[in-house]
């Protein structure tokens, strides 16, 4: 006959069960603090380039700049470029760096700084052969906070050697971060917050109502496939020509036939 089994009971006290919540408990804590810790980690900034062109200096002509617009820019007039980035992460920059990367055929200046020198260097992206030099400057935004913008205003003009074909040149946006990824994007969507601003123009009760639809999407770099991305380093560029100056007419003193005296006829060099 098979032996029967003993049945022993083990009689807990509070403590025991006060042990085992507090276990339960540290669990449950451990979980929620890692999964917090990772849902932060994953958070980080992104960016949205946005360019604007005024062809005769006047901030009152800009006007945006697609990427496949390639302007001419006559050789002796001046010309305002209005560069911004838009944070569309949903985190702030922490050590974000600016250059705006011009060849050194032109005189950068910042309007808001005119007396700010450009710092020099080579370039092999802005720069033209065959020693490729640029000059830029390299601000550090303030707190870059998600959905708010960056604006840059450069005001350039050509002082390179007299050009007799149209020149193409290429100016370069770069936005370094320590926080942005390899990809320009994120695997999954995320929740970030609204781009758009809301507003509540006078007559209008504030603050806003929120927004109904939800604030799932993916925050990955603008525009869409047009972004240069490493890890920490975006960059985006656009290409304008140079147009040869047009020669004015030179004046010169002639003697007609059967005439008395001399007279100034005009005569259009070539080019």
Same mark, same amino acid.
């Given at each position: 006959?098979?032996?029967? $089994? ?8 509070? %403590? ?6 507090? /276990? +339960?408990? +540290? !669990? ?8 917090? #810790?990772?849902?932060?980690?994953? &958070? ?6 946005? #360019? ?39 985190? +702030? ?31 092999? /992206? ?11 400057? $390299?601000? @550090?935004?303030?707190? %870059? /906070?998600? !959905?708010?913008?960056h604006l840059l205003q450069y005001r350039l003009q050509y002082v390179g050697d007299q050009c007799d074909q149209p020149l193409r040149v290429r100016l370069l946006f770069r936005v370094s971060d320590s926080r942005f990824n390899g990809r320009g994007r994120r695997l999954l969507p995320s929740i970030v917050p609204l781009l758009e601003n809301q507003d509540a123009?006078?007559?209008?009760? %504030? ?10 999407? %993916? ?6 496939? &047009? ?6 380093? @975006? ?12 020669? /004015? ?5 002639? &003697?007609? @036939?059967?005439?008395?005296? #001399?007279?100034? @006829?005009?005569?259009?060099? &070539?080019?």
């Amino acid at each position: 006959m098979r032996r029967m $089994a003993r049945v022993v009971t083990v009689e807990r006290d509070v %403590w025991d069960w006060l042990l085992y919540a507090i /276990t +339960a408990v +540290a !669990a449950v804590t451990a979980i929620v603090v890692f999964l917090a #810790w990772a849902a932060e980690l994953r &958070r980080r900034p992104e960016i949205r380039f946005s #360019w604007r062109l005024s062809p005769d200096g006047d901030p009152a002509h800009l006007a945006d700049w697609s990427p496949d617009e390639v302007p001419e820019i006559k050789a002796t007039q001046p010309f305002l470029v209005a560069a911004a980035m838009q944070n569309t992460g949903d985190k +702030a920059g922490r050590d974000t760096l600016i250059n705006f990367v011009v060849p050194d055929c032109f005189d950068l200046r910042q309007p808001a700084a005119p007396d700010a020198e450009p710092l020099h260097a080579p370039n092999y /992206t802005a720069g033209l052969p065959p020693d490729n030099r640029v000059v830029f400057f $390299a601000p @550090r935004p303030g707190l %870059w /906070t998600p !959905a708010n913008f960056h604006l840059l205003q450069y005001r350039l003009q050509y002082v390179g050697d007299q050009c007799d074909q149209p020149l193409r040149v290429r100016l370069l946006f770069r936005v370094s971060d320590s926080r942005f990824n390899g990809r320009g994007r994120r695997l999954l969507p995320s929740i970030v917050p609204l781009l758009e601003n809301q507003d509540a123009p006078v007559g209008m009760p %504030w603050p806003p109502a929120p927004a109904k639809h939800p604030r799932v999407r %993916w925050a990955r770099a603008e525009p869409h496939g &047009r972004v240069a991305c490493l890890p920490g380093e @975006r960059s985006d560029v656009r290409d304008l020509i140079v147009m040869p100056a047009e020669r /004015t007419p030179a004046v010169t003193m002639t &003697r007609l @036939r059967g005439l008395r005296g #001399w007279r100034l @006829r005009p005569y259009r060099l &070539r080019r």
